[in-house]
C-alpha cells in the first residue's frame, strides 16, 4: 500500500465556506481581481440561507436577493468548489497548508491568507424521546421541504426557541403540510423585548408573513416534556407550568437556535471565547474580522446574527484580508450585532431547564452517554469538559461533539462552572481512509 501523495495548490486566499457570508467575500475578492478558492463541503453552493430547488429560487427578501446575485455572479467558475471539506490545517516552513478532501484524493492548499465562513448548527435541549424515529431538528425538515419539497410528514409538530421555527413552520405548511402547533418555550412578554429589532423593515415583512399564517396555532411558555412513539404516530407531552398538553403528530421538529461552527477557524490558528450573548463559542476577532496570522472569520462563525450580518461580514473580512476597510459596513455591522444580541438574549433557554433534565436521557447519541452519567461526575467534583470526557466519553464520538458539546457547555454553565472550548485536531469530520492511499477504493 502506497501513500497517495496530496496535489499542491498555491493561493493568495483560501475561503472555507460558500454560505452567504463566504459568497460575499468570494466577490469582493473576485471585484478586486484577486486570486482565490472558495471551497464548501456541501454538493452546492449557497450554505443554509440559500439553500433552494432547482426549479425554484425564492427571493422574497432583500438579502436573499443579494444572496441569489452573488451566486449567479459566481456560478461556472473553477477555483468554487464543491462537495470540498477542509479536515485539517498543517503549520510548516512558515506556511499554512489546508487538507481538503475532493473527489476521493487529496488536495493540500497552500494560501497566504485564509477566510473561514462555516456557519452555524442546531441546538438541542434534550428530553425523554428526543433520539427516537420522528422527532427531527427543525433544520432537517426545512432541508427537506427547501431541496427537494418532501413532507417528513402530514401533520408536524414545533417545538423549541427563536424565529427559525416559525420560518421553517411556514415553509413546511406552504409545501403542503398541517402545522399542529407551534411550541414558543419564551413566554410572549420576554419576547416582545425584541420587538424594537423585528420592526427593521425587512425582518418584518418576513415575520409578519409568517404570523399571518400561523399566530393562532402559536403558543408561548411551552416546554416538551417527553415524547414517545404511538405506532406509526408521534406522541408529544408539551408542559407549562403544571398545564399538560398532549399532541400526535406524524413528526416533532425541535430546535433551539444556532451554534456556530468554529472548528475549522481553532484549527487555522483562531481562539474561541465563550459569549452567550452571541450564540455561545464564537471565533474571536477585532474589528477587521482578523483573528490572527492572515486568518479572517466572518457570518455565524463570530456570533450567531443571521443573513444580513454574514452577507456584511463577508464583504469586510475580504477587504480586511486586501488592507481595505469601509466605514458604512462597519457601522452595518453594528447594527446587526446589536440585533444578534436581541435575538440570542431573547430567545434563549433559561439556564435552571439545563439542570432538569431526566437522568435517563441520552445526551451523546454516538456514545450513548445519559444526563444521569453526566451529573454523576460533575457531583463527584468534576467539573471540566476534559474530565468528562475520560469519565463519560461525551464528545468522543462520530461527530465529535457537533450536539453534545453545546448542551454540556450549558448544562456545566448552569452549574456554575466555566465553560472550555473543545480542543480541536484533525480530521474535522470523518473523511474516507482511501484517499490517503494511492489508488484507494473510497
Ligand atoms: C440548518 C439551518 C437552517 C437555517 N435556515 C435559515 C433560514 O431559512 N433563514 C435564515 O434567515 N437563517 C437560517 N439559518 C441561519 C443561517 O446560519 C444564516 O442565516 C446564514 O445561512 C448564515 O450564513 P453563513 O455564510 O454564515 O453560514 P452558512 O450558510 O451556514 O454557510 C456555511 C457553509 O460552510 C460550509 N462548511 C462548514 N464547514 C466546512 C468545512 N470544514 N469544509 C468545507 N465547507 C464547510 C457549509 O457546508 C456551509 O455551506 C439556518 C441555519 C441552520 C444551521
Redesign the pocket.
Known amino acids: 500500500m502506497k501513500r497517495a501523495k496530496p496535489q499542491e495548490i498555491k493561493t493568495k486566499a483560501l475561503i472555507?465556506?460558500?454560505?452567504?457570508?463566504?459568497?460575499?467575500a468570494a466577490t469582493v475578492l473576485e471585484d478586486h481581481g484577486e486570486d482565490y478558492i472558495l471551497?464548501?463541503?456541501?454538493p452546492?453552493?449557497?450554505?443554509?440561507?440559500?439553500?433552494h430547488r432547482e426549479e425554484y429560487i425564492p427571493r422574497d427578501?432583500e438579502?436573499r436577493k443579494q444572496g441569489f446575485a452573488l451566486l449567479e455572479k459566481l456560478k461556472g467558475k473553477e477555483n468554487i468548489w464543491t462537495s470540498?471539506?477542509?479536515?485539517g490545517c498543517y503549520n510548516g516552513n512558515g506556511e499554512k497548508a489546508v487538507a481538503?478532501s475532493k473527489d476521493g484524493r487529496v488536495f493540500l492548499i497552500k494560501p497566504e491568507k485564509i477566510i473561514v465562513?462555516?456557519?452555524?448548527?442546531?441546538k438541542f435541549l434534550p428530553f425523554p424521546g428526543w433520539t427516537l424515529p420522528g422527532i427531527l431538528?427543525?433544520?432537517?425538515v426545512?432541508?427537506l421541504v427547501?431541496t427537494s419539497g418532501t413532507l417528513p410528514g402530514k401533520e408536524g409538530i414545533f417545538a423549541g426557541t427563536g424565529?427559525?421555527l416559525l420560518?421553517?413552520a411556514y415553509?413546511y405548511e406552504k409545501a403542503g403540510g398541517r402545522v399542529l402547533g407551534i411550541f414558543e418555550l419564551n413566554p410572549l412578554a420576554k419576547l416582545l423585548k425584541f420587538l424594537p429589532h423585528a420592526l427593521d423593515k425587512e425582518k418584518f415583512k418576513?415575520a409578519l408573513r409568517y404570523l399571518r399564517l400561523l399566530w393562532s396555532r402559536m403558543k408561548f411558555g411551552w416546554k416538551v416534556e417527553r415524547a414517545e412513539a404511538e405506532g406509526e404516530k408521534i406522541k408529544v407531552v408539551m408542559s407549562k407550568g403544571r398545564a399538560r398538553k398532549t399532541l400526535v403528530g406524524d413528526f416533532l421538529a425541535t430546535?433551539y437556535g444556532?451554534s456556530p461552527?468554529t472548528?475549522?477557524a481553532q484549527i487555522c490558528g483562531c481562539e474561541v471565547e465563550y459569549k452567550p450573548e452571541l450564540g455561545g463559542f464564537v471565533v474571536k476577532t477585532g474589528e477587521d474580522l482578523n483573528c490572527g496570522d492572515g486568518v479572517y472569520a466572518?457570518?455565524?462563525?463570530t456570533g450567531?446574527?443571521?443573513?444580513?450580518?454574514?452577507?456584511i461580514?463577508?464583504k469586510i473580512a475580504a477587504l480586511s484580508l486586501l488592507g481595505k476597510k469601509d466605514e458604512k459596513l462597519l457601522n452595518q455591522r453594528k447594527r446587526e450585532l446589536a440585533f444578534a444580541r436581541s435575538l440570542n438574549f431573547v430567545f434563549s433557554v433559561p439556564r435552571d431547564l439545563w439542570k432538569k433534565i431526566p437522568d435517563d436521557t441520552i445526551i451523546c447519541r454516538c456514545e450513548d452517554v445519559r444526563m444521569g452519567d453526566i451529573k454523576k461526575v460533575v457531583e463527584e467534583g468534576f467539573s471540566f469538559l476534559r474530565e468528562l470526557k475520560e469519565t463519560t466519553r461525551i464528545t468522543m464520538g462520530n461527530c465529535q461533539g457537533r450536539t453534545c458539546f453545546p448542551i454540556v457547555t450549558e448544562y456545566l454553565r448552569a452549574m456554575g462552572k466555566k465553560p472550555e472550548p473543545m480542543s480541536i485536531r484533525p480530521p474535522?469530520?470523518p473523511v474516507e481512509t482511501g484517499i490517503f492511499v494511492e489508488g484507494g477504493e473510497t
Open positions: 472555507i465556506g460558500g454560505g452567504i457570508a463566504g459568497l460575499a471551497v464548501d463541503e456541501y452546492f453552493m449557497g450554505g443554509q440561507y440559500l439553500r427578501t438579502t470540498s471539506l477542509v479536515f481538503v465562513a462555516t456557519g452555524a448548527r442546531e431538528s427543525v433544520g432537517a426545512q432541508a427547501k424565529p427559525f420560518a421553517a415553509e418576513e430546535g444556532f461552527n472548528e475549522a466572518c457570518g455565524e462563525v450567531i446574527g443571521g443573513a444580513r450580518k454574514s452577507l461580514e463577508g474535522l469530520k
